[in-house]
């Protein structure tokens, strides 16, 4: 069993930044991807970025260059800076784990964004 706890989020003008953390309990294994989505109302969740233990990270392309995903093996946190944000860049942040051995995922309760124009 894994548990996710997000923070960081809030309120920003365009232009502005916020720094996205989660930090995982339990069962961590060595080839677990950590990752960031995102949801509007009434749209589907969808991939902002995505690191694996190894540090290989993968970013959607609206967020290239401006989001930078992070992660603390040691402290079993994953990070998301978010630079240059958008009013389109407004949704729920999602943390997500991806157990490899068990092929099971999991999820943080989430966090708002909101960018203001």
């Known amino acids: 069993q894994v548990q996710l706890v997000e923070s960081g989020g809030g309120l920003v003008q365009a232009g502005g930044s916020l720094r996205l953390s989660c930090a995982a309990s339990?069962?961590?294994?060595?080839?677990?991807?950590m990752a960031w989505y995102r949801q509007t109302p009434g749209k589907q969740r969808t991939l902002v970025a995505a690191?694996?233990?190894?540090?290989?990270?993968n970013y959607a392309d609206s967020v290239k260059g401006r989001f930078t995903i992070s992660r603390d093996n040691a402290q079993n946190t994953v990070s998301l800076q978010m630079n240059g944000l958008k009013p389109e860049d407004t949704a729920v942040y999602y943390c997500?784990?991806?157990?490899?051995?068990?092929?099971?995922?999991?999820w943080g309760q989430g966090t708002q964004v909101t960018v203001s124009s």
């Open positions: 997500n784990l991806y157990q490899f051995a068990a092929q099971k995922e999991y």
């Open positions: 339990g069962s961590i294994g060595g080839r677990d991807t």
């Open positions: 690191i694996t233990r190894g540090g290989y990270s």
